[in-house]
């Protein structure tokens, strides 16, 4: 199980760190990432990272979001700076490889 948190509305230019906290170890979960579903789209990946801390990222938040994972605390981050209105979504963590287990989501609204 994947616990979401730390959402939130924030301005423009604004950051936030979301957190994705699982119920059991994620050591052996070789690529973790974040994904997120603005209203009428479709959900995108955002980042993924490997166990191994190889990272990639959609290119709209390159140079402005963060994924990181403890493995010992079985905890993955989002840091996410500079956001913008488009930003706005919701958020959700998942486990990809090898296996597939979704969070539920966080909402991240950028707005003045």
């Known amino acids: 199980q994947l616990q979401a948190s730390g959402g939130g509305l924030v301005q423009p230019g604004g950051s936030l760190r979301l957190s994705c906290a699982a119920s059991?170890?994620?050591?052996?979960?070789?690529?973790m990432g974040w994904y997120r579903q603005a209203p009428g789209k479709q959900r995108e990946l955002v980042a993924i990272?490997?166990?191994?801390?190889?990272?990639n990222y959609v290119d709209s938040v390159k140079g402005r979001f963060t994924i990181s994972r403890d493995n010992a605390k079985n905890t993955v981050y989002l840091q996410m700076n500079s956001l913008k209105p488009e930003d706005t979504a919701v958020y959700f963590c998942?486990?990809?490889?090898?296996?597939?287990?979704w969070g539920q989501g966080t909402q991240v609204t950028v707005s003045s």
């Open positions: 998942k486990a990809i490889s090898p296996t597939t287990i």
């Open positions: 059991g170890s994620i050591s052996s979960i070789s690529i």
């Open positions: 990272i490997s166990n191994e801390d190889s990272t």
